[in-house]
């Protein structure tokens, strides 16, 4: 069973089949898309170059698309998930606006009992969770939310009609990446638009333009290097170099971002290799953002409440914009600093501050996702002996390389906690795990090993290393949702894993018979009765893989 549609999802159901499994998707969407389908927001773009976010997999399907956008907008990526769903027959192997409700592992048998919302009761061997690591909105909890007589959508959960700001005075809470990228579109055609905003966040000019059939041919002519480059490269993480990288002089540092913020796009994250580890690096870049934010915005208050103080570039997912800071020239604009003046309410007409009354048409949420771990833990997803996967992550996310956890047999995680997963390019890091797992299978099979699952001290070892590797960099110095701190009562951990070589470590481990797993051996207990929706114990279909 594999739960989401999304790329991973996708990959996943295509890889598993090709294997001669017996497969089936679970999604709660309607169509395929993941996060893309739900995330329809104005101005809503992918931040990675779209040339690179895509399939590598496919060489038909690579030949088949063409991206109109160096940075393709949310429609055009819905219709790539599409094209690639229908052109490999993804379609029919899922069951669409369905959710699961719970997981549990029969210890005796060694499957997994799979339940949905919709009375299914399933079978599976093997539960791959394509889940998504930006898939569960974070609504904040401030009083009166539901007093508010206007609209309110949330841009994780955009409706699929146009939504129309002509004339209304729009309020905008939120300047996480979703919130930067929706403002300028708003503020082209709403009457009025407030922007509260509690953190800023640097941001960079993403200079989109067209592509060319030439840039196509570019890449396709390349295509091999750039597979090596995703073997070896630390693209979206911290390189080996960086602990004993030089310090660049301050003109230096200062000329090469101006090139790259010509350029367009997150380059100066890569700007130099110690950029995310060292203050003096980071502190240059810093300096050379914030001019930017104050030559584009002409009210010096305002770009100083714009320009980010309180945490390190890059350690937050780094935006990609179109016009978001010249937008606060714009007279139908304000920006509200919520650390001077914070909400104290919503109202049936609009935003109650500590200093001032805000009356608003319309409320759009742009406050982000219980990011990496949200979309597992709103499972009742339960391992040996009953253990539920709240309980084993009570203190913090616990897995072996981001795609297993202890005590969970057959449960493999794709991007979860403890892998690079949102760092750098997610569908890259989507295909890695897909490919690995099914690796594992394929070995399962041919040692007739019925089960795989973490060993505790490997786990433990883990996750030691991803909390000592970020420890080691300048990413735990922002409250960001990287470290969950955005919803309330979650445990502060760093999730991501920001190392060097991981891909590397994932095949040594493999080649060295999986270490760190354990396997079991012995027949499972088949079970072959047909589906229910009464609640009864009998399930279907057989998807334990023979």
């Known amino acids: 069973m594999v739960v989401g549609a999304g790329f991973g999802g996708l990959y996943a159901l295509h890889r598993l089949r090709a294997l001669g499994l017996s497969v089936v998707g679970i999604e709660a969407a309607p169509d395929v898309g993941g996060t893309w389908y739900w995330n329809r927001y104005p101005g809503v773009r992918c931040d990675v170059p779209s040339l690179l976010y895509s399939y590598t997999w496919s060489p038909e399907l690579r030949a088949e698309w063409r991206w109109s956008e160096r940075y393709a907008a949310q429609a055009e990526i819905l219709r790539y998930i599409g094209h690639a769903a229908d052109r490999f027959g993804l379609r029919q192997l899922i069951r669409f606006e369905t959710r699961v409700i719970s997981a ?24 791959i969770m394509a889940t998504g690591c930006l898939s569960v909105p974070n609504t904040p909890d401030i009083p009166g939310l539901a007093d508010f007589a206007g609209a309110i959508h949330h841009t994780a959960q955009w409706p699929h009609e146009p939504v129309d700001f002509s004339g209304k005075r729009v309020g905008v809470v939120g300047t996480g ?80 971002y101006e090139a790259l913020w010509q350029e367009g796009g997150g380059a100066i994250l890569y700007a130099f290799p110690n950029i995310l580890t060292h203050h003096g ?38 935006c990609v914009d ?133 060993e505790e001290t490997a786990q433990h070892q883990w996750m030691d290393h991803v909390a000592d590797v970020a420890s080691r960099t300048l990413y735990p110095e922002a409250n960001s949702w990287y470290l969950g701190v955005n919803i309330p009562g979650k445990p502060k951990v760093f999730m991501p894993y920001v190392g060097a070589g991981y891909r590397h470590t994932c095949s040594q481990i493999a080649a060295d018979s999986y270490r760190g797993f354990r396997f079991e051996g012995g027949t499972a207990e088949r079970h072959r009765p047909g589906l229910h929706r009464d609640g009864s114990q009998t399930c279907e279909p057989d998807l334990e893989g023979n």
Not at 106 to 114: I, N, P
Not at 179 to 194: F, S
Not at 288 to 297: D, G, M, P
Not at 323 to 342: A, C, D, I, K
């Open 104 to 127: 549990l592992y029969d210890d005796d048998a060694g499957v997994w009992t799979v339940r949905t919302n919709r009375g299914d009761c399933f079978r599976a061997r093997f539960c």
């Open 177 to 256: 990446s979703s919130g930067i990228q929706a403002i300028p579109v708003i503020a082209e055609t709403a009457r009025h638009l407030t922007v509260f905003q509690r953190t800023p966040n640097f941001s960079l000019p993403s200079r989109n333009r067209p592509l060319t059939e030439q840039d196509h041919e570019q890449f396709e002519a390349g295509f091999e290097a750039y597979l090596e480059s995703l073997q070896h490269s630390d693209f979206g993480r911290v390189p080996p170099t960086a602990a004993t990288a030089p310090i660049p002089a301050r003109d230096v540092q200062w000329t090469r």
């Open 281 to 318: 690096v980071n502190d240059v870049a810093c300096d050379f953002v914030r001019a930017k934010i104050r030559e584009a915005v002409h009210d010096p208050q305002t770009a100083d409440d714009l320009c980010p103080t309180n945490h390190p570039l890059g350690v937050k997912r780094i």
């Open 322 to 454: 179109s016009g978001y800071f010249e937008t606060f020239n714009r007279p139908n604009v304000t920006l509200v600093n919520l650390r001077r003046e914070p909400i104290e309410r919503f109202t049936p007409a609009g935003v109650q501050t500590s200093e001032r009354t805000f009356e608003l048409d319309m409320l759009v949420l742009a406050t982000g996702f219980d990011a990496i771990t949200g979309a597992l833990l709103a499972m009742d997803i339960r391992g040996r002996d009953g253990r539920t996967l709240k309980e084993a992550w009570a203190d913090g996310p616990r897995t072996y390389l981001g795609l297993g956890v202890a005590g969970f047999p057959n449960l493999f995680t794709i991007t979860g906690p403890g892998s690079p997963s949102v760092i750098g390019n997610v569908i890259a890091n989507c295909e890695h795990h897909v490919d690995w797992l099914v690796d594992c299978i394929e070995h399962m099979r041919r040692g007739k090993l019925q089960t795989v699952e973490p």
